[in-house]
């Protein structure tokens, strides 16, 4: 198949940035999304181009790294999967396929494609762990944990930190990650220890880092590529609602 | 903005049940019209409860209207940079028009408190005649009145549909289960409510409240 491009060329930070277009031929529909990306770096590196530059690691859809918006789609139009693991069977010969980073003031262009998703960093470290000693895995009955419990805190868990959500929200917010966070760790016995204080801490420095506010609109689990439900967004709320009222000032429960 | 809202659904539910006393007639709407200035009455007097309402439901529409604004303008300032392509709606059409549809619905309530409050926009406009204010503000040659009317009411239908379902969620809506039975009571609500308020000036338009 051949494809037009329209990629967004940054070359750092401080450059303004624009669409450039590319015209990649002989595209096979068997290649992931980012194979083709790979086909039309090295004809770029061969014509002494630039390449376009985008992240990406497992290339098996579990690490969260990839991730643009494929024609204002975060991931691309493929629910429930990641850049990587998409495939140009999903578009048509002759396509023009949009590429961009994306958008968000917390999540600053590094180049072209790449965007600093260290503020995620900034949200975990400010509540998104567990100071109970770990080590070799315990007796798995030794703490029982309910069943209903154990799936809801495991469908968070899936949260690989790609940031679609943030890209797919109209208000730039975060808050399906932060949610899927505090979700996994508040639903576990081994969570509760700091479960009040996490939460607060957590939105605040979600909050803080740039994001917008959650209107509930629903666009960030329509675009997760792992299918983190929007009720996670209800059980931080309730949370933090229990946070800032009756267990105001207990670090958890 | 769940609290403010629910302030005046509250509201509009009463709002709605009062219109609906014009299907009883011409004097139990005018009485009713009038109790409303009595309520509270002998412990307060004249239209005082009428008045502490009104501050009540001011407030909750500028708390509505401050929180909407401060949340509009951190999404604004969340990205700075918008996307060439943007992809259609992917999640709920309701909630991407919130914003917009607010600013719609409050240029309405601001026509609508000029028309059948103060009466300066209805053709009779004496506020001793509710009845009869009503009866000649949907007459059949004001067809544009009920469009407006209808379309006001539509847009807060949508309004309400994603609203309820908000409100349930920030105040810790948890559960899938929970959040599916929340999304259908408030499209439910958000559909009664509406056929509510449409059913009047339709009845006045075809002539069964007349």
Redo the contacts between chains.
């Keep these: 198949m051949n494809l037009t491009l329209?990629i967004?060329r940054q070359s750092g930070p401080e450059d303004k940035?624009r669409?450039v277009t590319y015209q990649v031929d002989d595209v096979s529909p068997d290649m992931s999304f980012l194979e083709m990306l790979d086909v039309l770096n090295e004809r770029l590196i061969l014509a002494g181009e630039d390449p376009v530059a985008f992240d990406h690691d497992c290339r098996e859809g579990i690490c969260g790294m990839c991730g643009m918006?494929i024609?204002?789609?975060a991931h691309g139009p493929q629910r429930g999967t990641t850049a990587c693991q998409l495939h140009m069977r999903q578009f048509s010969d002759g396509d023009t396929i949009?590429i961009?980073p994306w958008?968000?003031?917390?999540f600053p262009v590094i180049k072209d494609l790449v965007v600093n998703r260290g503020a995620f960093d900034t949200i975990i470290a400010a509540g998104g762990y567990i100071t109970a000693p770990t080590g070799s895995a315990p007796e798995a009955h030794s703490v029982p944990v309910a069943k209903a419990n154990a799936d809801a805190a495991f469908e968070a868990a899936a949260c690989i930190g790609c940031g679609a959500c943030v890209a797919?929200c109209?208000?730039?917010?975060g808050m399906l990650f932060t949610a899927a966070k505090v979700t996994q760790l508040s639903l576990l016995p081994q969570g509760q220890p700091e479960r009040y204080t996490r939460v607060i801490g957590m939105v605040d420095a979600h909050d803080e880092a740039?994001?917008?506010?959650c209107?509930?609109?629903?666009?960030?689990?329509?675009?997760c590529p792992k299918g983190i439900?929007?009720?996670t967004?209800?059980?931080l709320?309730?949370d933090y609602?229990t946070a800032t009222t009756k267990a105001a000032g207990k670090p958890g429960s | 903005m769940a609290v403010t809202g629910i302030i005046l659904v509250l509201f509009l539910i009463a709002h709605m049940l009062g219109n609906l006393k014009s299907f009883a007639g011409q004097t139990a709407f005018d009485h009713y019209a009038h109790w409303l200035r009595d309520i509270g009455k002998p412990l307060l007097p004249g239209v005082w409860f009428l008045w502490i309402l009104r501050g009540v439901l001011t407030v909750a529409v500028i708390g509505h209207i401050a929180a909407a604004t401060a949340l509009a303008m951190r999404a604004r300032a969340a990205r700075p940079v918008r996307y060439a392509h943007r992809a259609k709606v992917q999640g709920s059409y309701a909630a991407r028009t919130m914003r917009w549809g607010g600013v719609i619905i409050l240029l309405f309530v601001i026509y609508h408190l000029l028309d059948l409050t103060t009466g300066h926009l209805n053709p009779v406009g004496d506020p001793s005649k509710p009845y009869g204010n009503l009866v000649a503000d949907f007459a059949p040659e004001r067809w544009y009145v009920t469009l407006f009317y209808t379309l006001a009411i539509l847009a807060i239908g949508f309004h309400l549909r994603h609203g309820a379902f908000s409100a349930f969620r920030s105040l810790g809506q948890q559960t899938p289960r929970g959040e599916r039975r929340a999304r259908v009571a408030a499209l439910v609500f958000a559909v009664a409510l509406c056929a509510g308020y449409l059913v009047v000036p339709f009845a006045v338009l075809t002539g069964l409240v007349s």
């Design positions: 329209r967004w940035g669409m918006m024609n204002g789609q949009d961009e958008r968000a003031r917390a797919a109209p208000n730039g917010s740039g994001f917008g506010g209107t509930n609109a629903g666009e960030c689990t329509v675009a439900p929007l009720n967004i209800g059980r709320n309730r609602l």
